[in-house]
Nanobody, 124 residues
């Protein structure tokens, strides 16, 4: 089992920045690729960003590429999502997830473990 806990969400103005963190516990963190997803109310989760187990490979949704950066610190068992140039349409609950696959995984069904989510609200 892998337990995940997100933090860092909050209210920010358009153009501002937030850094989300996801702390993992349980199994060996470096054995898992990690991802960030977002979920609009009443809709399915959507892919935001993913990072391979080593941290060298990443993938992003088109809507966030160039604005968001995913990274990981295997020594701290933590994955981050730096969100710059935030827009009102970025408002959602953001979830981190873990998969035993090695590469950057975009499909949510590939992920075995999920956090509880952290809310991001961008005001116009």
């Amino acid at each position: 089992q892998v337990q995940l806990e997100e933090s860092g969400g909050g209210l920010v103005q358009t153009g501002g920045s937030l850094r989300l963190s996801c702390a993992a516990s349980g199994r060996t963190f470096s054995n898992y690729a990690m991802g960030w997803f977002r979920q609009p109310p009443g809709k399915e989760r959507k892919f935001v960003a993913a990072i391979g187990w080593s941290g060298y490979s990443t993938a992003y949704a088109r809507s966030v590429k160039g604005r968001f950066t995913i990274s990981r610190d295997n020594a701290k068992n933590t994955v981050y999502l730096l969100m710059n140039s935030l827009k009102p349409e970025d408002t959602d609950v953001y979830y981190c997830a873990a998969t035993p696959d090695r590469g950057e995984i975009k499909e949510q069904y590939e992920y075995d473990y999920w956090g509880q989510g952290t809310r991001v609200t961008v005001s116009s």
